[in-house]
């Protein structure tokens, strides 16, 4: 039976393997980043084995001795050392010490062991090298045992090779996004991303920044009195489309939001009292007019899954879940679920639920033909204004995470958990890490919540055990407060801004930032008191900070004051 031709997916699958076996998990997510976001949903990654790449290489490099030892008529040949594929000069692994750090030698073991490496005898001792076409060899312990903590042991076939044979039973990769073992990348000074950062001018203080789901060269751009669009090319300066300009009318920008394909961006306004929620396609002209809501229109929340938008309309008191379904596109809005409380923020939890945080409780709301309520989770202080709510799903759980500003806790509401005190100030945003589709069949989640007591914290909790811990206490510097971030699309990277400056930090090691920019002038941004965060429902003087991700993790839109820095990391 003849094997598939060869492509680029099979070798990069084996090398995205290898590295995560030798440890270089984060020159593994790099490939994954660049190449294919789950490389263990391609058909064939079910059927690789481990140490693969190493045996394949192996079995290549015999068989190209065994080709140089023949001759064109068949006869055997004395095999000269300058034909080996390495060449014929000795290899230690020593010679790859870190520059930066001593290594220890590895203890010699006592008894000799005579095995065989490409074709020539191993040195005694413990380890046994497997060269790896150039690059650094892979020590494999000649053990069947592992110890707690220990790459997983390979075992040899007959030609003292790493074994591919029946007896190995397939693994699931040793990380998917995990940490790095000898860090490759560990830079001793941030780098500066100014060289790939071009900053534009907007004519009012930009509040939100939304990238086109399909399309990283269209951003959204929106101010209280401004709605635009911005085109950006490599050949050219960005393009400027302001569609929407408000200033002096009495009205005012108070959401927007692209659907999931792009297709259409929605744009929530206010004038008395009264919301008006418009869509307009990627060339800033209107498809659309939805009814009018008789309160102030707060959210915009399309569902990744389906047309349909979920619209927050609230006043001091009570507030109204309205739904607009862009297949049906009715005359007036069906029903709306009222709540008798101020809603700040919903979040999309699948197809068909939606979680709603207010005063004191978290709403969860099934959704259909219109939004209905389904089940109240009543904090244990029912003064407490749950600010900002985040959902995710794994295999068995659907989870909804919020966060109070003024209260600084964190509270996972499906599954009991409180996390009191998380800061040492107010929260001012929170995300949830985006998991692989490996990793919902865990019970663990990844939060980080950032905050005006200059650090962003990042959460592991367990669902089933109920069990956290901060893993990372990120500093953004002595009273430089964390005004926005989040996760990149990946869960790579993590990402936040305060007044004037940016800070990446790689998601898994943490530490210091591996990335960061400062706007030019830092220091002489003039804030404007009215912006401050009220979409989310705090009163805090927290001067608006936009930022977002496009959808391949490549590059930045940082909103700040007038400006708006646009940010390529794809280098």
């Known amino acids: 039976m003849a094997h598939p031709d060869l492509t680029s997916h099979h070798v ?53 001795e065994l080709e140089s030892s023949i001759d064109k008529e068949g006869n055997r040949i004395s095999l000269n050392p300058s034909d080996y594929f390495f060449g014929p000069e000795p290899f230690e ?11 220890p030698e590895e203890p010699v073991a006592p008894e000799p062991r005579d095995r065989v ?78 060289p790939d950062t071009a900053l534009l001018q907007a004519d009012d203080h930009v509040i939100s920044t939304a990238w086109h789901p399909n399309d990283s060269t269209v951003l959204a751009a929106s101010g209280d009195t401004f709605c635009s669009l911005w085109k950006l090319t490599s050949s050219s300066p960005p393009v400027q489309n302001r569609f929407l300009d408000l200033k002096g009318s009495g009205a005012y920008v108070s959401a927007v939001k692209w659907d999931a394909i792009g297709a259409k961006l929605a744009v929530a306004s206010i004038r008395d009292m009264k919301g008006t929620v ?28 389906s047309p349909q938008l979920a619209i927050v309309a609230s006043d001091e008191r009570t507030s109204e879940l309205a739904l607009w379904d862009d297949n049906r596109r009715p005359e007036v809005f069906p029903p709306p679920q009222v709540i008798d409380s101020h809603i700040y923020d919903l979040a999309w939890c699948g197809r068909n639920q939606v979680f709603a945080c207010g005063n004191g409780a978290v709403y969860q709301c099934d959704v259909s033909q219109n939004i209905n309520l389904n089940k109240t989770y009543q904090s244990t202080d029912i003064d407490a204004a749950w600010t900002f709510i985040r959902c995710t799903q794994t295999e068995t759980y659907s989870v909804a995470v919020t966060a109070g500003s003024a209260n600084s806790a964190i509270w996972i509401p499906t599954h009991d958990i409180l996390i009191e005190n998380a800061h040492q100030d107010a929260i001012t945003a929170l995300d949830i890490r985006p998991q692989p589709h490996a990793e919902k069949r865990t019970p663990t989640i990844t939060i980080a919540s950032y905050s005006t007591d200059s650090c962003v914290n990042v959460w592991q909790v367990d669902l089933e055990s109920k069990e956290y ?39 898994e090691r943490g530490g210091e930032p591996v990335s960061t920019w400062t706007a030019p002038g830092s220091g002489e941004i003039k804030e404007e008191s009215e912006h401050t965060n009220g979409q989310n429902g705090h009163a805090m003087p927290i001067p608006d900070r936009a930022l977002s991700w496009d959808t391949d993790g490549k590059k930045l839109a940082y909103g700040f004051g007038n400006q708006m820095a646009i940010v390529n990391l794809q280098r």
Do not use: C
């Not at 990069?12 to 590295?19: A, K, P, T």
């Not at 591919?164 to 940490?179: A, H, K, N, R, S």
């Not at 860090?183 to 000074?189: C, H, R, T």
């Open 93 to 103: 692994v020593t010679d790859l010490q870190n520059r930066d750090e001593h290594v």
């Open 117 to 194: 490496t490409n074709g020539h005898p191993a040195e005694n001792g413990k380890k046994i090298l497997k060269e790896t076409n150039g690059n650094e060899p892979m020590e494999v312990d000649d053990e069947t045992e592992s110890k707690p903590g220990s790459p997983i042991p390979a075992h040899l076939d007959g030609d003292g090779d790493v074994s591919m044979g029946p007896e190995d039973v397939p693994q699931e990769p040793i990380l998917t996004m995990g940490p790095s073992v000898g860090v490759q990348i560990s830079p001793a000074k941030a780098a500066d991303l100014a």
């Open 469 to 507: 811990k901060r893993i990372h206490r990120l500093r953004l510097g002595s009273s430089v407060p964390a005004l926005a971030g989040s996760f990149s699309p990946d869960g790579y990277a993590l990402s936040a801004v305060s007044n004037d400056r940016l800070f990446i930090w790689n998601a």
């Open 12 to 64: 990069n699958y084996l090398i995205w393997r290898y590295l995560q076996e030798a440890g270089h998990g984060e020159a593994a997510v790099s490939l994954q980043r660049a190449w294919y976001p789950d490389p263990q949903s391609l058909p064939f990654a079910r059927h690789i084995r481990t140490h693969a790449l190493v045996s394949l290489v192996q079995k290549g490099l015999q068989y190209h």
């Open 278 to 305: 418009t869509m307009y396609n990627t060339d800033g002209n209107v498809v659309d007019l939805l009814p009018d809501l008789p309160r102030v229109i707060s959210g915009l929340h399309w569902s990744e899954e």
